[in-house]
């Protein structure tokens, strides 16, 4: 069946980086868009970033410079290497693919997706 497991949450100091993991299977890795959407306490879902087929990547504004998507199609793998974290990083990460282009507005659904993992959680606390 399909899977996207996320991995590599954790607590970190204003600051400091933390690098993000999605293993998928179940499905041709390699022929769709992966994103990573994220949502704070209490808000709703936000998208972060893509990475398309030719590894072209696209950022929310708030997120440029400190973040870093890539996708490694022989594991099957999609990672997020977050530097700088700031206090307002704190979210649930979710690991997406579709096979076509999310746009980050509006807001994406859960159902915008083809695939969604089960998260891992950011805190970025002092």
């Known amino acids: 069946q399909v899977q996207l497991v996320e991995s590599g949450g954790g607590l970190v100091q204003p600051g400091g980086s933390l690098r993000l993991s999605c293993a998928a299977s179940g499905f041709t890795f390699g022929s769709y868009l992966m994103y990573w959407v994220r949502q704070a306490p209490g808000k709703g879902l936000e998208w972060v970033s893509c990475i398309n087929l030719g590894s072209a990547t696209y950022y929310i504004d708030s997120v440029k410079g400190r973040f870093t998507v890539s996708r490694d199609n022989a594991k099957n793998t999609v990672y997020l290497q977050m530097n700088s974290l700031k206090l307002e990083d704190t979210a649930m990460y979710y690991c997406?693919?579709?096979?076509?282009?999310?746009?980050?507005?509006?807001?994406?659904?859960?159902?915008?997706?083809?695939?969604w993992g089960q998260g891992t959680q950011v805190t970025v606390s002092s």
């Open positions: 997406a693919a579709a096979d076509t282009w999310i746009p980050s507005r509006p807001p994406p659904t859960v159902g915008d997706f083809d695939y």
